[in-house]
T-cell receptor
Framework: AQKITQTQPGMFVQEKEAVTLDCTYD???????LFWYKQPSSGEMIFLIY??????QNATEGRYSLNFQKARKSANLVISASQLGDSAMYFC?????????????FGAGTRLAVHP | GAGVSQSPSNKVTEKGKDVELRCDPI?????LYWYRQSLGQGLEFLIY????????KSGLPSDRFSAERTGGSVSTLTIQRTQQEDSAVYLC???????????FGNGTRLTVT
């Protein structure tokens, strides 16, 4: 079974609009962490935001926020006021406590294109 | 440097040759990961080192792949008898610990001809 599912291979958004990138996860652990990374065409992996399973509030980092719905096992990334520089691949990832936090498992990614 | 350093940045090799990829993690980071990313795909976990513990090798795709980490710092990923399907970007990441985010290097692009 897929641990991390990103159902949107590609997304388009108009500059200055908000966009939501979907991520669902599968775990039986109570303790886990969820991460979002951005990968521009240059190939570097850029950490965006983190949500712990016990965090009661949704994580926010500047224009990025994480819509964490624990019961639905979803951790969608919301980017507000999109910018042209947001065009990139976005990966959702999870680290489980039962794995000793050994593995950060990544989804297949969503390619976001921001149009002017 | 301040970040994770990987070398070489690009490597072209002939099928059947061995290659070594190097990773210098961020100083003080206790854990180190190797991932593989094929063109247009997500990141595939390969191996994980944490301090002096036995590495988690569960992601290595075959016995042609091996990795070591010397002195708890620099790591080398070795691929023996390379095959064309080994062509990918190999990413190294280090982490301070706990639920800290992974910091990635810029990767080594391996092309097997």
């Amino acid at each position: 079974a897929q641990k991390i599912t990103q159902t949107q291979p590609g997304m388009f958004v108009q500059e200055k609009e908000a966009v939501t990138l979907d991520c669902t996860y599968d775990t039986s652990d109570q303790s886990y962490g969820l991460f979002w990374y951005k990968q521009p065409s240059s190939g570097e992996m850029i950490f965006l935001i983190y949500q712990g399973s016990y965090d009661e509030q949704n994580a926010t980092e500047g224009r990025y926020s994480l819509n964490f719905q624990k019961a639905r096992k979803s951790a969608n990334l919301v980017i507000s006021a999109s910018q042209l520089g947001d065009s990139a691949m976005y990966f959702c990832a999870m680290r489980e406590a039962s794995g000793g936090y050994n593995k950060l498992i990544f989804g297949a990614g969503t390619r976001l294109a921001v149009h002017p | 440097g301040a970040g994770v350093s990987q070398s070489p940045s690009n490597k072209v090799t002939e099928k059947g040759k061995d290659v070594e990829l190097r990773c210098d993690p961020i100083s003080g980071h206790t854990a180190l990961y190797w991932y593989r990313q094929s063109l247009g795909q997500g990141l595939e976990f390969l191996i994980y080192f944490q301090g002096n513990s036995a590495p988690d090798k569960s992601g290595l795709p075959s016995d042609r792949f091996s990795a070591e980490r010397t002195g708890g710092s620099v790591s080398t990923l070795t691929i023996q008898r390379t095959q064309q399907e080994d062509s990918a970007v190999y990413l190294c990441a280090s982490v301070r610990g706990g639920n800290s985010p992974l910091h990635f290097g810029n990767g080594t692009r391996l092309t097997v001809t």
